[in-house]
């Protein structure tokens, strides 16, 4: 069993900052691929950015140059900073975990950046 738990949502004015981890337990193994998703109201879920378990990255066009995704290998974590928050970052964020074929999610946190 692999369990995820994602924190750090919250409430952030535009233009602010926040930093969202996520903690991966149980039977994890490497080579993996850890990564945000988002979900906005009345929209699909959609990628953010991943990072594999050898530290190589993609990101969203939305969001590049804003956001920096980073791991940490020993910790089975994964984490999102996230600078310049605009409005439409509004979205609860999902981590996921991909696996030998199987695709593991944590159960959300939600980001706020009123307009």
């Known amino acids: 069993q692999v369990h995820l738990v994602e924190s750090g949502g919250g409430l952030v004015q535009p233009g602010g900052s926040l930093r969202l981890s996520c903690g991966a337990s149980g039977n994890i193994f490497r080579p993996n691929v850890m990564g945000w998703y988002r979900q906005a109201p009345g929209k699909e879920r959609e990628l953010v950015a991943v990072?594999?378990?050898?530290?190589?990255?993609n990101y969203a066009d939305s969001v590049k140059g804003r956001f920096t995704i980073s791991r940490d290998n020993a910790k089975n974590t994964v984490y999102l900073q996230m600078s310049g928050l605009r409005p439409e970052d509004t979205a609860v964020y999902y981590c996921?975990?991909?696996?030998?074929?199987?695709?593991?999610w944590g159960n959300g946190t939600l980001v706020t950046v009123p307009s």
């Open positions: 990072i594999t378990s050898l530290l190589m990255t």
């Open positions: 996921k975990l991909g696996m030998f074929g199987r695709d593991y």
